[in-house]
């Protein structure tokens, strides 16, 4: 079966800075990515990493290591508006409908 | 990014009625497009996926016939609740990605439906 992990609750204070962690388990990988979710509204897209390595984009930087299905996503200088859920998914092996597995969700609370 | 459009952004409807979810790719090719359900609190479930011209193929457990899709164009595609029951109040989302474009999908505003 398919599986994805990562913690269900972070709090982080403003202005400091923050990992969030996920593995997965799946049958195919053609990447993985990062959503950020706000309450009520759609995903919204972060990163999206297929080789190992380290992407840098602003504040937002994500990790990946296919031989250990590993990846996080680190927050910089964290804000007030960067408190929602954070989507960790993986894109299997399907063709053109290459579907996206999704994990439950990271809710981060940044306090000030 | 491209733009991916969803309407009606909210709906309430009585039981036993159905309701049309329309989702719009504004500036690309959605060749394939993806619905999804979001219970509160919960991750993503992938409803069905669909090719432009094709019939959806749905995930284990997702009735087709109480949830008709159709991708009739690039840029059009629906989702048709029928008969539905309060159980079927949730947040349905649409992802539409051109294939040749590359990865990424992108997603609809989402429609939040309330069933009564």
């Known amino acids: 079966g398919q599986n994805i992990d990562q913690p269900t609750e972070m709090t982080a204070t403003e202005g400091a800075i923050v990992q969030i962690n996920c593995t997965y388990q799946?049958?195919?990988?053609?990447?993985l990515f990062w959503y950020q979710q706000h309450a009520g509204e759609a995903p919204t897209f972060l990163s999206y990493?297929?080789l190992d390595g380290l992407e840098e984009k602003g504040r937002f930087s994500s990790f990946l290591s296919r031989s250990k299905g590993y990846s996080y996503l680190l927050l910089k200088e964290l804000q007030m508006k960067d408190s929602a859920s954070y989507l960790c998914a993986v894109s299997l092996n399907a063709g053109n409908n290459r579907k996206l597995i999704w994990g439950l969700g990271t809710s981060l609370a940044v306090n000030p | 990014g491209a733009v991916v459009s969803q309407h009606p952004s909210w709906v309430i409807c009585k039981s036993g009625t159905s309701v049309k979810i329309e989702c719009r790719s504004l500036d690309f090719q959605a060749t394939t497009m993806f619905w999804y359900r979001q219970f509160p609190k919960q991750s993503l479930m992938l409803m069905a996926t669909s090719n432009e011209g094709s019939k959806a193929t749905y995930e284990q457990g997702v009735e087709k016939d109480k949830f008709l899709i159709n991708h009739a164009s690039l840029t059009l595609s629906t989702l048709t609740v029928t008969s539905a029951h309060p159980e079927d109040s949730s947040f349905y989302i649409c992802s539409a990605r051109d294939n040749y474009m590359g990865t990424e999908a992108f997603f609809g505003q989402g429609t939040r439906l309330t069933v009564v």
């Open positions: 990493n297929v």
């Open positions: 799946t049958s195919g990988f053609n990447g």
